[in-house]
């Protein structure tokens, strides 16, 4: 999901106490995919009521928002909109890719090898019309905006931030900086602990703050160069050109000039067309986005909420209730947020 320019980019480490008081600008589809991901049992089936729906994306949403506002942390989620149609050919692989592993995890049950089981089980989660609708209704009832972008979630969260509504955008995919986000922060719905791949072994997981200028400074190149990059790294509307990742890529386009010129240098098969490059470009660069949204907090409705996770899904009201207390910060956001409008 997205393109890994991880590698050219330095990360500061932050904690929550340096975002306190900040707008963060949460891409949704990419933190509801991680619920989904992480939050299973432990032969990989998600967490399910019993009737069988999946919870593990309320879970996560519910626990991880709390987690924010406790820090005094103003959340927004956006949503995804239509995907591009140059998107369609990822899509589908994507899909594809979900149902090999639905059955390698069935595979690897049966064999009773209930590590990989879990790992294949990650590999398949999906975030459907239905779990889209069930956030939507929880946030509304724990009272954190959100908005429903018109295309690309991560577009939509990088233009918050590039018109000030916003002091970063929240995800684990480096995408909003080819739409030109000033900040990305990584991590910050899952900090903690991660287990290591194919190993016994946990790793300490902190939000990490990344800069797109002194980033492009650093790098010395121009914001259109850096989508120039994606566009031979591979993108989720290209392919890309096979061998090329971000430090060859850096490479050739510094010397080139632009994704154009590196092309015919290269002279590759896999070439996109002049045309699929304009059209990349103009995704990146003057995505669709929208104006029409309101950002207000409100305190929760503990009746709403508990009526969706307890009375719907089966969640412990013992276990909900001391969460809620947590939302009781919610009160000096709205105040600070209040003061900032007075004052602005």
């Not at 490059?277 to 003057?286: D, L």
Request: glycine content about 6%; some cysteine.
């Amino acid at each position: 999901m997205g393109v890994d320019l991880g590698d050219l980019f330095k990360k500061e480490k932050i904690s929550f106490n340096d975002l306190q008081n900040r707008v963060i600008v949460i891409d949704a589809h990419n933190v509801l995919h991680q619920f989904l991901s992480i939050i299973r049992q432990r032969d990989g089936t998600p967490l399910k009521d019993s009737k069988g729906q999946i919870t593990s994306h309320l879970s996560g949403l519910f626990y991880r928002t709390a987690n924010l506002i406790e820090a005094r942390i103003r959340p927004i989620y956006v949503f995804d909109g239509e995907p591009h149609p140059m998107k369609a050919r990822t899509l589908e692989q994507r899909r594809e890719r979900k149902e090999q592993a639905e059955k390698e995890w069935k595979e690897a049950l049966e064999k009773g090898d209930i590590e990989k089981a879990k790992i294949k089980a990650q590999q398949t989660s999906r975030v459907t019309d239905e779990i889209i609708q069930q956030s939507k209704e929880l946030l509304d009832a724990l009272g954190i905006p959100y908005i429903q972008a018109p295309s690309e979630g991560e577009a939509q969260a990088s233009y918050l931030v590039k018109k000030g509504d916003a002091h970063a955008v929240g995800s684990q995919d480096f995408d909003c900086l080819l739409f030109g986000s000033p900040i990305l922060i990584r991590n910050l719905t899952s900090s903690g602990r991660r287990k290591l791949p194919n190993k016994k072994a946990y790793v300490k997981v902190t939000p990490e703050l990344i800069r797109l200028k002194p980033s492009l400074k650093s790098l010395n190149i121009l914001q259109k160069q850096l989508v120039d990059m994606a566009i031979l790294i591979g993108t989720d509307y290209n392919e890309g050109i096979k061998g090329y990742g971000s430090k060859k890529s850096l490479k050739l386009i510094k010397k080139a000039g632009n994704v154009e010129n590196a092309l015919a240098t290269i002279g590759s098969s896999d070439s996109p067309t002049l045309q699929e490059i304009k059209e990349i470009r103009e995704i990146f660069i003057h995505p669709t986005t929208t104006d029409d949204y309101s950002l207000r907090w409100s305190k929760p409705d503990n009746e709403a909420v508990k009526k969706i996770l307890c009375d719907k899904h089966q969640f412990s009201q013992i276990r909900v209730e001391p969460i809620l207390e947590k939302f009781s910060t919610i009160e000096d956001i709205i105040k600070q947020k209040n003061l900032f409008d007075f004052f602005g």
